[in-house]
């Protein structure tokens, strides 16, 4: 028997998450976004097994602490309506650190996505960093702590991640520092901005947790914005 | 709103989403407008105060009112408390992120004995001075209530009014009381005077008490012309008593992430060793549209994907039968499971059976608390071994194949049979199982036992009783692990320690005070968390204040002595708790109220009505 398919679109919304919106986890949210579609009255699908749940899927989980303006998540519309009013509605239902910016037939699968630009700002940096980290960023090793596992023992493996790093620009703003960077990102490779950060502060008095960190877009391995 | 310096330290915390504030259904109003600020606090962390029903109650009561705004005020975690105190910020409520002394009043909600020192904590943190009488201004005035309010005197040299009883009523008038005053720019005493005139309000430095030579009480003097006895507050009709339309929605996973309907107040049961049985009586029951009706707008309101019906026996709800099939009807359909709390044995029907097993299946919980039929008579647990073999052999065919028992340690006239009876009682739970045919194949059975140690209680038959002592507990701990034989049955069971503590406070009087204030100066606090609990500090504490648990806790009282609750009066006459005592002690049950009126008195603050005789 042909497999029927029991819904009528398959969607993906895009959002930002901003703010104080950047302390709520991944799970946290996926939670959040399940219980405002629900307010909103959305269509969503929902599994079939002995647990229905909405069924839900998040290109790539968000780091707590992170900001981001590219954020989306899969969902199955039982019924076709009209995407632009069901933005707005879900956008009444949600807290206003989560905003709705599209919601759209989608033309790339998740796997698709291969870089992410972060921009990341030093909020106090010390001389040191102002000194160095344009150097650190140009030298052909950039060495960072990655946790890892040897069987079942957690170790810290140093990495080169420097062949991760797309590109890279430094600026100084009101005596900040920040750097606009395009890193690995995906399923296969994920580099945490974090890590760079590590880097960078490392042999400085520069806090690593006094920084903010902007997630700006998703791209494709052609460097095609991901949508 | 989270002010820019708090921010920074919440990057460095863990769960940094406790401290936002910013949730869906979370009232912010300009400060401008209002002439009463009230800061609701909770006295443990983030995750079990936005569990409290009571709060999201009073919240909404308050937020109601044009002229005040309520906002929430947690514990925060050991790790945030540690910045703030480094970079100079103080405890702050959620939705302005003003701290604690911009308020009028700051109220707490008082659950267990074991969060006293988070209540100095939070009120230290926040810029308040811990003390009462160092708090000289008319505001902020710090209030209490919760069930612990039934004997507060332990807390008195902290908090200027306790509020007995329900608060929905209670904090309209004590809100509207303090505007007044605001604005004639009283003193906190002409406050308070007016204060102790509404019913429900105690306020403990107009009584004066004195001690004789052996520690107990000579004598409760009333001044300022308050009322010899403190009557509770109740809300007399519960379809018509406030509840909310809406829940905050927290960011992070709480204890009770959803929708609770309220079904009725007070028990019929008469457990002698329940609290909540005897202070939350007459009974009161709500109507199923009423519960339904609240529940789907809660529901519209939130998101919330589980309903759960909440009260201290929901299967003795008189209309349990109408209203769940009203729920089910719209909540099935919306993917929305329905979830009932404190179910007995005795009165778990086919039909609820049925219905239940239409919804996502949890675990099984029956709480025969005591392991023979003598001591479960002595308690007045009136349920029988065979009442909970049936209920089990039901459950096993319906599918489930783990059971929670639950049971208590340390009743009084308990013997070292009773303790061995718990594991025989587990044990034929497990014979139970295999010996059912219709059992879930392929799969083994799981009992749970979770043993509570008995802490007597104001305002029960047992609160003259002398707590068990903590070696005698931990003997019959070892006698129940050595009697358990089968490894399907896991035992698990209390600290003894904490619930000396819990006893100590629970009957103690205003003594208490300046052990309380050492054991937090020492560092006290989260007393009810294993990982923050030290009894090592308290015994230094109780040692300096020259005073000692076993007076407070293992001690038999005279039914003649004055107990520090007698200033209170919850309905409930004295009387009648020294009958059920000796009924106690004689192994002789009192029938429950619908079979039979026992006379407790609590229908006297409702006029003489009580749901329980229709």
């Avoid at chain 1, 009444?92 to 989560?98: G, S």
């Avoid at chain 1, 790339?108 to 909020?123: G, H, L, Q, T, V």
């Avoid at chain 2, 929430?72 to 409520?93: C, G, H, I, S, T």
């Avoid at chain 2, 100095?120 to 003390?131: A, E, K, R, S, T």
């Amino acid at each position: 028997m042909p497999e029927v398919k029991k819904w009528a679109m398959d969607v993906r919304m895009s959002f930002q998450k901003t703010g104080m919106a950047k302390f709520i986890s991944h799970l946290d949210t996926v939670r959040l976004i399940t219980r405002s579609m629900k307010r909103a009255c959305v269509p969503i699908w929902f599994t079939e097994g002995f647990n229905p749940h909405a069924f839900l899927t998040f290109a790539m989980p968000l780091s707590l602490g992170f900001e981001s303006y590219c954020e989306t998540v899969d969902f199955r519309l039982m019924e076709e309506v009209d995407l632009e009013e069901l933005k707005v509605r879900l956008n009444n239902a949600l807290p206003v650190d989560i905003t709705v910016k599209e919601i759209y037939v989608p033309t790339m699968s998740p796997n698709d996505i291969r870089w992410a630009e972060y921009k990341i700002i030093f909020n106090n940096p010390d001389n040191v960093l102002l000194n160095t980290a344009e150097t650190k960023l140009s030298s052909d090793e950039i060495i960072v702590e990655k946790k890892a596992k040897q069987g079942r023992k957690k170790v810290n493996k140093e990495v080169n991640i420097k062949e991760h790093i797309k590109s890279f620009q430094l600026s100084e703003e009101n005596g900040k520092l920040i750097l606009n960077t395009v890193l690995s990102s995906g399923t296969s490779i994920n580099i945490n901005p974090m890590l760079l950060i590590g880097a960078l502060t490392k042999g400085t008095e520069t806090d690593e947790q006094d920084v903010d960190i902007i997630k700006i877009q998703s791209y494709t391995e052609s460097m095609e914005v991901f949508r | 709103m989270v002010k820019k310096e708090v921010e920074k330290l919440l990057k460095k915390v863990q769960k940094p989403a406790r401290y936002t504030g910013g949730e869906l259904n979370s009232v912010v109003k300009n400060k401008e407008d209002v002439k009463l600020r009230y800061a609701f606090c909770f006295p443990d962390n983030y995750e079990i105060g936005m569990s409290h029903l009571g709060m999201k109650i009073l919240y909404s009561v308050v937020n109601e009112r044009q002229d005040a705004w309520c906002e929430r005020v947690f514990a925060p975690w050991d790790d945030m408390e540690a910045l703030m105190r480094e970079n100079n910020v103080k405890l702050y409520a959620l939705e302005s992120g003003d701290s604690l002394d911009e308020f009028d009043l700051i109220g707490f909600s008082l659950q267990y004995e074991l969060s006293y020192t988070n209540v100095l904590n939070m009120l230290d943190l926040g810029g308040v001075p811990v003390l009462k009488k160092d708090r000289n201004s008319l505001t902020p005035i710090v209030i209490a209530g919760g069930p612990c309010a039934c004997n507060a005197e332990p807390m008195s040299d902290f908090i200027d009014i306790f509020l007995p009883g329900e608060g929905e009523e209670v904090t309209n008038d004590l809100v509207d009381l303090l505007i007044k005053h605001k604005e004639m720019g009283s003193t906190k005493l002409e406050f308070l005077r007016e204060a102790a005139q509404i019913q429900g309000v105690y306020v403990p430095e107009f009584y004066n008490v004195e001690y004789n030579e052996d520690g107990t009480i000579k004598s409760i003097e009333n001044t300022e012309n308050a009322p010899a006895q403190v009557k509770k507050r109740i809300v007399s009709d519960l379809d018509n008593a406030h509840y909310p339309k809406d829940f905050i929605v927290p960011f992070i996973d709480v204890v009770q992430d959803r929708i609770v309907g309220e079904v009725f107040r007070g028990c019929t049961r008469g457990c002698r060793f329940c609290q909540a049985c005897f202070i939350t009586r007459p009974i009161r029951e709500k109507s199923p549209e009423v519960i339904n009706e609240q529940c789907r707008s809660i529901s519209d309101a939130t998101g919330y994907d589980e309903i759960s019906l909440c009260s201290l026996s929901t299967s003795d709800y008189t209309k349990i039968e109408e209203l769940i099939p009203m729920l089910f009807d719209w909540a099935l359909k919306e993917n929305i499971n329905v979830s009932l709390t404190s179910l007995r044995v005795d009165n778990f029907s086919d039909e609820l059976m049925e219905e239940l097993k239409k919804v996502r299946r949890s675990g099984l919980t029956f709480a025969p608390e005591a392991g023979t039929q003598r001591l479960r008579d002595a308690i007045n647990k009136n349920v029988t071994e065979e009442e909970v073999l049936r209920t089990a052999l039901k459950a096993f065919d319906g599918g489930w194949t783990s059971v929670k028992l639950y049971f208590m340690m340390g009743l009084p006239t308990e013997t070292l049979d009773d303790i061995k009876g718990i594991a025989d009682l587990a044990q034929k739970v497990v014979d139970t199982f295999y010996r059912n045919p219709n059992r879930e194949k392929g799969k083994g059975v799981q009992v749970s036992v979770s043993c509570a140690s008995f802490v007597p209680k104001p305002f029960t038959p047992f609160q003259w009783e002398p707590q068990d002592t903590p070696e005698s507990l931990t003997e019959k701990q070892k006698h129940l692990l050595s009697s358990t034989t089968s490894r399907k049955i896991t035992i698990s069971y209390h600290q003894s320690e904490t619930s000396v503590l819990e006893g100590v406070f629970a009957r103690g009087d205003r003594r208490l005070g300046k052990v309380i204030y050492k054991a937090w100066q020492k560092g006290c606090k989260f007393d009810a968390w294993d990982e923050f609990f030290d009894f090592s500090k308290w015994s230094e504490a109780f040692q300096e204040c020259g005073l000692t648990t076993e007076f407070y806790a293992n001690r038999r009282r005279e039914y003649d002595e004055i107990l520090p609750w007698d200033v209170m009066d919850y309905g409930i006459r004295k009387e009648f708790l020294i009958e059920e005592n000796k009924k106690a002690h004689q192994s002789v049950t009192t029938p429950q109220c619908r079979i039979k009126c026992a006379a407790c008195g609590a229908n006297k603050l409702n006029g003489g009505k009580c749901d329980a005789r229709s």
